[in-house]
């Protein structure tokens, strides 16, 4: 296949959330901060007993034993602050209110610099859909939301990436086949492999310059969002 056929073929671009559309370390650790504040105002027997590295712990050890978890994150934290609110004596009624507090916090992203200007490209020419292995809703964020046709989390198919799951279920929503669909983000093996075995064209977002260490190639490599139009004009 010439590459302006495999360009005219994409109908659908795909973008993984956290490390890919913005730098989501940060954006974590201010919701957990933002959740400690709450409860040091409102509860503050469980801050005074379980520091947020407690709390993470405890949260490694519930994906040690349930494994399923990884693909509904916001179960785990779920689960995770009904433990702590047990502990210390609190009613069960704080947790939804606290997991609230957590996921408003959450979704207070800052998109890397190249993020809005390539979706502002993109989006008149691609229908652009998000699929994240976390709890991010990009249309909670007020300045990506308009961009994205359908966003998918793990939790909403029950299976995380690389599961088939939820590339499938893109292709469902946008109506197209596989091979129409590129998707693009940071992760080897849950991004890249995934939506190769998925049978997507698949670009690795490589924003950290790593060297590429799997044995499948990706159909590109970028380090910038910026570098997009290009890969695709000259072809996957």
């Known amino acids: 296949m010439q590459p302006d056929s495999i360009y005219m073929s994409i109908r659908v671009i795909c973008f993984d959330l956290d490390d890919t559309l913005w730098p989501v370390d940060s954006v974590i650790r201010h919701a957990e901060n933002a959740l400690r504040q709450w409860f040091y105002r409102y509860y503050p027997r469980i801050p005074q007993n379980f520091s947020i590295s407690d709390m993470q712990a405890m949260r490694q050890e519930l994906l040690r034993e349930q494994p399923e978890l990884y693909a509904n994150l916001h179960e785990l934290r779920r689960i995770n602050i009904k433990q702590v ?11 939804e209110p606290a997991l609230d507090i957590f996921d408003n916090a959450r979704h207070k992203v ?7 200007p390539a979706l502002e490209r993109l989006y008149k020419n691609y229908t652009l859909c998000a699929l994240t292995n976390g709890t991010a809703d990009v ?18 198919v029950g299976h995380a990436k690389p599961h088939p799951a939820l590339f499938e279920t893109a292709c469902q929503r946008c109506e197209v086949e596989p091979e129409q669909v590129l998707h693009i983000g940071d992760h080897v093996d849950s991004d890249v492999l995934g939506a190769l075995q998925a049978g997507m064209h698949a ?6 310059k790593q060297d590429w260490n799997a044995e499948h190639q990706p159909h590109a490599i970028i380090h910038s969002l910026e570098e997009l139009d290009n890969v695709l004009k000259q072809g996957l």
């Open 203 to 208: 670009i690795w977002m490589n924003r950290k």
């Open 85 to 95: 609110v047990n502990a210390v004596g609190y009613d069960e009624a704080i947790i």
């Open 110 to 116: 800052k998109p890397y610099h190249d993020v809005i």
């Open 139 to 156: 249309k909670r964020i007020d300045k990506l939301a308009r961009f994205f046709t359908v966003s998918l989390r793990a939790g909403d």
